[in-house]
């Protein structure tokens, strides 16, 4: 992916003002991306309790997703901080 895109779509993640659904896709989206911006961007939103819990959802799943692909999954303090939605869609598809 390219990395202008990459950086839009953290930026997208990111603004709290952004539309939900906008955001829900860029959580999506990122899940192609080996980058560790991109991987530190999805935590912050999987760990955020203000995120609305579809875009949580979202970043979990996305985060598992490349911790299957990559086996850099999160540390165990890293997934003790994921909040309901976000540590459900991380256990679906992280490996192990």
């Not at 906008?22 to 203000?50: G, K």
């Amino acid at each position: 992916m390219d990395a202008l895109l990459v950086k839009a779509l953290i930026t997208l993640l990111l603004d709290r003002g952004a539309d939900i659904s906008a955001r829900d896709d860029a959580a999506m989206d990122l899940y192609a991306v080996d980058d560790e911006q991109a991987r530190q961007a999805l935590l912050t939103v999987a760990i955020d309790p203000e995120t609305p819990e579809m875009v949580q959802a979202s970043a979990g799943e996305s985060l598992g997703q490349i911790a299957a692909r990559t086996g850099r999954a999160l540390s165990d303090e890293e997934r003790t901080r994921l909040t309901p939605a976000a540590s459900w869609e991380y256990e679906v598809f992280q490996p192990g």
